[in-house]
């Protein structure tokens, strides 16, 4: 045993990974030394081991990497390069044309259109499903009878494939025979043109979402709530905080980094959404008018319709962008809420500013 | 840890994975036990699933595997999915009239069935389906199915107690009978709304899409090539009595399709009939109804057309060409056709399918003589030449602004027709 870095016992907790990783960098050059003295008389089997030790890691992880190579990296890139020519979906390759077709997407009115639907329908599905699967997580969390049941009953609508959910919604909200449009009529309200006027489209279908994946995400939050150590409870408690201080003040911090995780794989399935508004009106692509037609769609609509293939690639790759983009506002927002965290330091940085004001206020 | 072990583990792990891999290749289209698997892709309601069971018993050797996709939509996406990708193709695909100077444009996907002996058999069809389903190099990718002559179906028991003639043959002659114009139809139509307060018919659109398929040259000029929309006043002016008659609520303001309980509500009272629409709209009643009060009188607004039809095509890539193309020719033959009629109601595109079905009656119709009024509804029909985004426009272009009539959010026959025009320029100019 090596004595204790002498900085270890210098740092607050927060330092630790930072002083373990110093460790084990100066614990490697004993090893290597030991490695080089040694080398000579290395039998096969130890040079076997060795190799073993070395590469093995790598040929486990490799299944991953190499199919996603085939069915992550390769796609994307023969996307971009089907984006930059006329490209017809039966015919085939066309000429070489730049960036003409991004230049024509990001003119099309269809395309704004489309990305304003997916943008609103995410907001109507993503915030909704957010709050109750956290108010949700929050009450399976408590010392319940038949627990499992109701954390199975949560994570049901999961199982039923997209297909089934859109088909089923679909009728739900037929504006003629739905049972929506008895409920309505039955409270004597003006029937709501469910797959014709824009807002109530993307409602039917936000609900769709949310009905698919608010339980899931409880669940992953359920999990994350569940790891948060019960004594910092209890001395909450015995501080005074009451049920709704402590949840708000311990329970929500300390599942913050799984709140970002789930917020960040909503935002990319949000902006992905295809199969919800495709079946809502099997027979349109989102609508008669592009009334809940998103992005996707779009893509589908030039890709397959129109047989515009490079337009439609290049709406690939303007949502692949999006999405990265996405995905870099939620990291920025990420850090944001995070240096709110140490406002302490921020005030003990300023104390000095204001004390000297007021020492010349004194004066 | 015991070294060797682990390197069995990660050699055995290796070749997992490595089987996986290949594993996905060995799957495929193939013939056990000298049976030969054939895939058939067809769409809507086609009658074609009896015609499978027999020609399985007659040829024991072969083995139907059959998709049928809802619509007519879905099959062209499907279709044009496939032929990008170069595979995927069933052995026998049927092609809708609509897209079929698409698939054309392609031709070299589907085999020249010239090489399996339909010239033998070519004075079977009518000579216009023939043309439509031969390219412009002479070859034909298409063995002709259906064709779509139209009558108009009603709902007698609802013209009964509208006041109107409810028998066959006195609603044909009230329509106009031989000179029956769709002035007339929308003025029956007002009569109709007036008498029983409610709509006339679904939606607007098959009654247009009926009148496009009427005019010597549609959506396309007749070289296929050239847009005949911007301008065209014959297509403008009948948007605007549409625009009229949905004003004067004639119509629904239903969806195209799927209209089934608004159907047995008697919502409505009329329905655009295509030979082929026959089975779609007996497929919204149970198996077997009679007294649903439907009937289909021997009368088409503005003069005889065809509305759509089918082809069925033999795709390059299969591995069975010659008995898929054998199948395929099976199916389009006249018996098989009579016998797809008596089912789903499309009806024959071949002279003697016409003659085996002349006597047909149709139960659900009030034993209309269906047979009968089709062979007098395809009389003088003349093929009109599609272009390549015809269906697409159907869909995208007046589809929209029909689903915003019926809504009565649009209520001037020129606010309709600018933004039919908006939407042409987005989608083809």
């Not at chain 2, 006041?163 to 769709?182: I, K």
Request: aromatic residues 12%; negative net charge; hydrophobic residues 45%.
């Amino acid at each position: 045993m090596r004595p204790w870095p002498p900085v270890a016992t210098l740092t607050p907790l927060t330092r630790i990974g930072r002083s373990m990783s110093s460790t084990s960098t100066t614990s490697t050059t004993p090893t290597q030394r030991d490695t080089a003295k040694s080398r000579s008389a290395l039998t096969f089997r130890q040079k076997l081991s060795n190799f073993d030790y070395k590469v093995s890691p790598f040929l486990y992880i490799a299944p991953f990497f190499i199919l996603f190579a085939l069915i992550g990296i390769f796609p994307i890139v023969y996307t971009l390069n089907v984006s930059l020519y006329d490209w017809h979906l039966l015919k085939g390759q066309g000429d070489f044309v730049g960036l003409a077709n991004y230049q024509s997407v990001l003119s099309d009115p269809f395309f704004w259109n489309a990305f304003g639907n997916t943008v609103s329908i995410f907001l109507l599905s993503a915030l909704p499903q957010l709050v109750f699967a956290t108010v949700i997580a929050a009450l399976l969390d408590q010392t319940l009878r038949g627990k499992t049941f109701w954390r199975m009953s949560i994570l049901l609508p999961y199982i039923v494939a997209p297909v089934a959910v859109a088909v089923i919604f679909a009728q739900i909200f037929n504006q003629y025979t739905g049972p929506v449009a008895g409920l309505l009529d039955l409270f004597g309200l003006d029937p709501i043109r469910w797959a014709f006027d824009v807002l109530p489209s993307h409602i039917a279908i936000a609900s769709m979402v949310n009905w698919r994946w608010t339980g899931y995400n409880a669940l992953i939050l359920l999990a994350a709530m569940q790891a948060i150590p019960r004594d910092v409870y209890e001395s909450a408690a015995l501080d005074g905080a009451n049920k709704i201080r402590r949840f708000w003040s311990i329970t929500i911090p300390m599942i913050r980094p799984t709140l970002i995780f789930v917020v960040i794989t909503a935002t990319i399935g949000g902006l992905q959404i295809f199969t919800e508004p495709k079946l809502f009106d099997g027979r349109t692509n989102g609508g008669g008018s592009r009334q809940f037609q998103t992005i996707v769609l779009y893509l589908y609509e030039l890709a397959f319709p129109r047989r515009d293939f490079g337009r439609a690639a290049a709406t690939a790759w303007i949502l692949f962008i999006i999405i990265i983009l996405a995905g870099l506002i939620n990291y920025a927002i990420t850090r944001a809420i995070r240096t709110n965290d140490v406002k302490p330091v921020k005030v003990s940085k300023q104390r000095p500013y204001v004390t000297t004001t007021y020492n010349g206020g004194r004066k | 840890m015991n070294s060797r072990r682990a390197t069995t583990a990660t050699i055995a792990g290796a070749a997992i994975f490595a089987m996986a891999l290949t594993g996905c290749s060995a799957s495929g289209g193939g013939s056990d036990d000298g049976k030969i698997t054939l895939s058939v892709t067809t769409f809507g309601t086609m009658g074609v699933d009896a015609n499978y069971e027999k020609y399985m018993e007659e040829n024991p050797n072969i083995v139907i595997e059959a998709t049928n996709l809802e619509g007519g939509g879905a099959a062209r996406d499907d279709a044009y999915a496939k032929i990008a990708a170069g595979t995927g193709l069933s052995d026998v695909v049927a092609i809708e009239e609509g897209w079929l100077s698409t698939i054309q444009e392609v031709s070299g996907s589907f085999v020249d069935l010239r090489d399996y002996g339909i010239e033998d058999v070519k004075s079977d069809w009518l000579d216009w389906k023939y043309e439509q389903g031969t390219d412009a190099d002479g070859r034909v990718i298409g063995a002709g199915l259906d064709i779509g002559p139209q009558g108009i179906c009603y709902r007698g028991d609802l013209f009964e107690t509208a006041g109107l003639p409810s028998e066959r043959s006195e609603v044909a002659e009230y329509f106009g009978g031989e000179d029956a114009s769709w002035d007339r139809f929308f003025e029956v139509g007002n009569e109709y709304v007036e008498a029983s307060g409610k709509a006339f018919y679904h939606s607007p659109r098959f009654f247009w899409n009926s009148f496009v398929n009427q005019q010597a040259e549609g959506y396309y000029k007749a070289d296929g090539e050239t847009l005949n929309i911007e301008g065209n006043s014959a297509l403008k002016n009948q948007l605007a009595m549409i625009v009229d008659a949905e004003t004067a609520g004639l119509g629904a303001g239903l969806p195209g399709w799927d209209v089934g309980p608004q159907a047995k509500a008697g919502d409505f009272a009329t329905y655009m009939c295509p030979s082929w629409m026959l089975g779609i709209v007996q497929g919204y009643y149970d198996e077997g109804t009679t007294d649903s009060g439907w009937d289909f009188a021997d009368v088409l607004p503005g003069g005889a057309a065809n509305w759509g039809g089918a082809f069925l095509g033999v795709a390059e890539s299969s591995e069975h060409k010659e008995e898929a193309a054998a199948l395929a020719l099976w199916l389009a033959a006249p018996e098989q056709q009579a016998a797809a009629f008596e089912v789903a109601g499309p009806f024959p595109s071949t002279v003697e399918g016409q003659a085996l079905v002349a006597d047909s009656t149709n139960a659900f119709f009030n034993n209309a003589p269906v047979g009968e009024i089709f062979s007098a509804r395809s009389e003088g029909v003349i093929a009109q030449v599609k272009g390549p985004e015809d269906s697409n426009i159907q869909d995208n272009v007046f589809g929209p602004v029909f689903d915003r009539i019926g809504q009565g959010e649009i209520t001037d026959g020129d606010t309709a027709w600018d933004e039919a025009m908006e939407l042409l320029n987005q989608m083809v100019g």
